[in-house]
Structure formats: C-alpha cells, structure tokens
Nanobody
C-alpha cells in the first residue's frame, strides 16, 4: 500500500524560505511522477508544481513560478518542495501526490494523481 507523508510545514514570515518533504513508502518513488497541491481556507485545492519520475520535466503554477522548485531523491524515496520568497497568499495546507509514471507526462489536476498525503500546514504571516 502506497503511503505519502508530508513534513516541514510551519509558521513563517513573509519573505522567508521553507522546504517541505514528502516521503513515499510501500513502493518505489521512481515509479511515480510527483506533484504538490495546496488548499487555502475556503478555497479549492490547487496545483502548485510537479516533477516527472526522472526529474527532467517540471511544471509550476504561475503563482509560484520562479519562487518554488521541486526536487526528488529517488534513493531516499523523498520529494521536496523548496519555497522561497513566501507570501501571505501561500498560506495553505500543502499536499503531495503520486502519479503512476507514464513517460515524462506530469499532470496538473487532482484526477491525474493516484495517491495523496495527509497534508502539512504552511502559514505565512505578513
């Protein structure tokens, strides 16, 4: 059974940096493209970014492009979301998700992903 566990969420100040981690267990990270989504209070869950199984393809939402990056360590079965220049509007619960790898295709919608973590809270104070 694939399980994803996020960690690293906390309260920070605007302009700070923060790195979230997501560890996959019950399988091999290499088999999955990995995505990050977030859900702010009162809003729908939205795509943040994603990384192909090989790490060669990346996609980001316009709202985070240039500030966030994603990396993966397949040996550690862990994917990371590095967030820089955080803004108050980045406040949300952040979820990682795994998509069964299909070449370098990486999805940007919830329906593209097969497994989800429980989420980790990031709060950015201005």
């Amino acid at each position: 059974q694939i399980q994803l566990v996020e960690s690293g969420g906390r309260s920070v100040q605007a302009g700070d940096s923060l790195t979230l981690s997501c560890r996959l267990s019950g399988g091999t990270l290499r088999s999955y493209a990995m995505g990050w989504f977030r859900q702010a209070p009162g809003k729908e869950r939205e795509f943040v970014g994603a990384l192909s199984w090989s790490g060669t393809m990346k996609k980001f939402a316009d709202s985070v492009k240039g500030r966030f990056t994603i990396s993966r360590d397949n040996d550690k079965n862990t994917v990371y979301l590095q967030m820089n220049s955080l803004k108050s509007e980045d406040t949300a619960v952040y979820y990682c998700a795994a998509q069964r790898a299909g070449g370098n295709y990486i999805g940007t919608t919830e329906n593209d992903y097969d497994y989800w973590g429980q989420g980790t809270q990031v709060t950015v104070s201005s």
